[in-house]
């Protein structure tokens, strides 16, 4: 079946950066999008960025603009959030999502997308 695990997360100071990634298994990554999400204690799960196929075409929450960067290799089936400059307002569990098809303006709806990862934490120390 289909598995995402996110891993990397962790305690940091605020400056800090992290790279989370996201290991893909039982689908050919290369034929899903991606998506990263987040989600705060009390709060809605937000979207954080996108990557399509094959990588060319990223996008972005205006909140982490500049400062994450989304990649995938193919060849490893895993995904990664780069995370720089983080701030006390990153902290949450973060989570991979993977979809076939996602029309344009779906991709930051989180329930347009068919497969999730558990989540990691990320928490941001001031």
């Known amino acids: 079946q289909v598995q995402l695990v996110e891993s990397g997360g962790g305690l940091v100071q605020a400056g800090d950066s992290l790279r989370l990634s996201c290991a893909a298994s039982?689908?050919?990554?290369?034929?899903?999008?991606m998506g990263w999400f987040r989600q705060a204690p009390g709060k809605e799960r937000e979207f954080v960025g996108f990557?399509?196929?094959?990588?060319?075409?990223?996008n972005y929450a205006d909140s982490v603009k500049g400062r994450f960067t989304i990649s995938r290799d193919n060849a490893k089936n895993t995904g990664y959030l780069q995370m720089n400059s983080l701030k006390p307002e990153d902290t949450a569990v973060y989570y991979c999502?993977?979809?076939?098809?996602?029309?344009?303006?779906?991709?930051?709806?989180?329930?347009?997308?068919?497969?999730w990862g558990q989540g990691t934490q990320v928490t941001v120390s001031s």
């Open positions: 999502a993977a979809d076939y098809k996602l029309a344009a303006n779906h991709r930051s709806d989180a329930k347009k997308y068919d497969y």
């Open positions: 039982g689908l050919t990554f290369s034929s899903y999008m």
């Open positions: 990557i399509n196929r094959s990588g060319s075409i990223t």
